[in-house]
């Protein structure tokens, strides 16, 4: 499923992602990145400064600040329908900087999204019919269209 991370016919990639310093006059309700989930399998962030909220269970978004020597990991929709919804994908977002004088420092990350190989079959993993089948790469194309249409 992901023998093919690296040489192709598999969409896992790394990512570097640089918020700029935000300037003095803002929208109000202004955020870096809006709320979403990631469609791959699992992603893992490697964060410099503060901004990303997750989502808990009841919807209410919560800091995940960077922990030195830490990875987080995120579970993204295609591990969801694996499960079968017993592992959920995990909804987040980058706000502005909590302190006003950290809005003068841009935010970096890396992120590592796993995906698993286009013909891959996604199936749910307990027997459950849950979700149809999809190959992996019909599951991309489709996450794609949903983004951009």
């Not at 699992?42 to 922990?67: C, H, R, S, Y």
């Not at 295609?78 to 004088?101: C, F, G, I, M, N």
């Not at 590592?112 to 307990?126: I, Y």
């Amino acid at each position: 499923m992901f023998k093919n991370i690296g040489k192709g016919r598999n969409s896992s990639h790394l990512r570097s992602i640089r918020y700029p310093p935000v300037p003095d006059v803002v929208k109000e309700n202004q955020i870096r990145c809006g709320e979403h989930t990631d469609f791959g399998c699992m992603t893992l962030l490697f964060q410099d400064n503060d901004g990303l909220e997750v989502a808990k269970g009841d919807g209410e978004f919560i800091a995940a600040p960077p922990i030195p020597g830490t990875v987080v990991i995120n579970i993204a929709d295609t591990l969801q329908r694996w499960s079968a919804d017993k592992l959920v994908s995990t909804k987040h977002r980058v706000v502005l900087p909590y302190r006003p004088e950290d809005r003068r420092t841009a935010r970096r990350s890396i992120g590592f999204f796993t995906h698993p190989d286009f013909d891959a079959v996604m199936k749910c993993l307990d027997g459950s019919d849950k979700y149809p089948p999809i190959r992996a790469e019909d599951w991309v194309a489709s996450r794609l269209r949903a983004m951009y249409l």
